[in-house]
């Protein structure tokens, strides 16, 4: 009689670097509580992965339709959203009734929000499945009442946002596609689409800690899906706990950082001296924008670390870099975690991407908010209002909206005003201390019976039981 199997768990992230990495450091998780997993992603994204930074578990491919050059090749957004899901859907199918004819077989689906439509594969195929918010719950409580006629857009410009669990929100806290409704149309319909089916999921997973967003996660609890579970942070367990031997980056880069340079530049500078600038791997300043943060971060006298991607390189004012090379460092990407958990940084200049704003809070770092699109803005207000680990800097008179995508340009002075608030001033010690306190309850929950940490271990041992399989020992 052979022994029995542990469940098998596809993993299935949007494809982009801010969804792929919590959902492989989840899939870590798991199998460090004795899961099998595998990663299925496009095959367009394989070819921009770096060989050496390949995670230990299996990696398997499907089509998103665009094949050679993946979405910088579709001819819009709504073509490539379209594709991916109507190619992915025959491509992820085959692909899953592979892996069970060759001895591999699926027991669920973990799949992105941000793809709905992988739910209907794994119902269809009879497969369990979970899904996986890569967003803050408070940001996906906005979505879901939108989704569900809740929440009525566009809003009016006076309007204040009031929703359970929540903080009342001005327009422009909430995120860029119900504030600015009929932006990016796309991408729009397929966040807010998250919702169309997630009834019909067996497990609810939200990347985030209960105590961060305690109030909105009982709520969401208590009326929408009582078996909601938080299993964040999703950052590398070096950061957290530590029990996750080797785990010491997320695993897959699909930027390729100059580490050596950036380091090395930090441990040359002072503790707490730096000021650490970055948007992201999606977000783009306008030309306009650039030059302001250029002036900010030169005019306030820090030394500054800022990433800038290589496409967005042309956009810094002539002659930047040489004029400021003995203040600042300016790199295409860089070991972002690293990073932040150096003790040359003092402050975070960010877009406020929820991934960036998990790894400021889990390492302690305050933050200088420059929301630019999606769940941005409702992340800054979490940070300047509820966690208080941060400031928000905000437009000012004199630049015109159609300077940039999403609101006004936010001019030199108010950044750099920001900047030194967080660096030097009285409201920045009290912020100081506030990320010391939330460091410490992401490592809380992280850690062996926090609420994360119990809330894994109640997934894997209700997904084991579902699937008629072993239900492995957390303990060993």
């Keep these: 009689m052979e022994p029995p199997r542990s469940a098998h768990v596809l993993i299935v992230p949007y494809p982009a670097q801010g969804h792929m990495n919590p959902m492989l450091q989840f899939s870590k998780r798991l199998i460090s509580k004795g899961l099998k997993a595998t990663l299925a992603t496009t095959i367009s994204i394989t070819s921009s992965m770096h060989a050496s930074a390949q995670p230990s578990f299996p990696i398997e491919t499907f089509s998103d339709g665009y094949d050679v050059g993946g979405f910088a090749l579709a001819e819009s957004t709504g073509a490539y959203l379209a594709s991916l899901q109507s190619v992915g859907s025959e491509t992820l199918t085959a692909l899953i009734e592979r892996l069970d004819r060759t001895g591999c077989p699926v027991d669920a689906v973990i799949y992105d929000g941000f793809l709905p439509w992988v739910l209907d594969v794994a119902k269809r195929l ?8 890569t967003q803050s719950c408070a940001v ?7 989704q569900r006629g809740l929440l009525q857009v566009p809003l009016r410009a006076d309007a204040m946002v009031e929703l359970p669990g929540m903080p009342p929100l001005r327009p422009e806290e909430t995120p860029s596609f119900v504030y600015a409704y009929g932006s990016y149309p796309a991408f729009a319909t397929l966040i807010i689409g998250q ?33 909601a579970r938080t299993v964040g942070p999703t950052i590398p367990s070096l950061y957290l706990d530590g029990r996750l031997q080797h785990d010491t980056d997320y695993g897959i880069d699909l930027f390729k950082p100059n580490s050596a340079a950036c380091m090395g530049w930090l441990c040359r500078k002072g503790p707490g001296s730096v000021v650490y600038v970055s948007f992201g791997s999606m977000a783009e300043l306008g030309p306009v924008q650039m030059a302001e943060l250029a002036s900010a971060l030169k ?28 203040q600042g460092l300016v790199m295409t990407w860089c070991p972002q975690l690293q990073v932040l958990a150096h003790e040359a940084v003092g402050c975070f200049v960010t877009h406020c991407g929820w991934n960036s704003v998990q790894e400021a809070i889990s390492l302690g770092v305050p933050v200088v908010a420059m929301p630019q699109w999606t769940d941005q803005g409702t992340n800054a207000k979490y940070v300047e209002d509820v ?19 999403d609101g006004n340009i936010i001019g030199s002075n108010a950044i750099e005003r920001c900047i030194k608030e967080v660096m030097e001033g009285e409201r920045g010690k009290e912020m100081k201390r506030n990320c010391l306190r939330w460091r410490n309850l992401a490592k809380e929950a992280a850690g062996e019976g926090g609420s994360s940490d119990k809330n894994i ?13 072993s239900v492995p020992n957390p303990k060993s």
Excluded at 196 to 220: G, K, P, Q, T
Excluded at 300 to 326: D, H
Excluded at 387 to 405: L, M, Y
Aim: with cysteine.
């Design 387 to 405: 966690w208080r680990i941060g400031v928000r800097a905000r437009p000012e008179s004199g630049h015109r909206e159609e300077d940039r995508k």
């Design 299 to 326: 005019n306030s006298g820090y030394q500054f670390l800022w990433i800038v991607r290589s496409t967005e390189m042309p956009k810094l004012p002539p002659g930047f870099t040489a004029e400021t090379a003995n």
């Design 195 to 227: 919702f169309s089916n997630v009834d019909r999921a067996d497990f609810v997973l939200f990347c985030s800690f209960y105590e961060l967003e305690a109030e909105v996660v009982d709520w969401i609890r208590a009326k929408l899906w009582p078996s």
């Design 457 to 469: 271990d109640d997934f894997v041992a209700q997904l084991s039981s579902a699937c008629s399989v």
């Design 140 to 146: 996906n409580s906005v979505y879901y009442h939108v």
């Design 126 to 133: 009879g497969k369990l499945a979970a899904v996986f918010f």
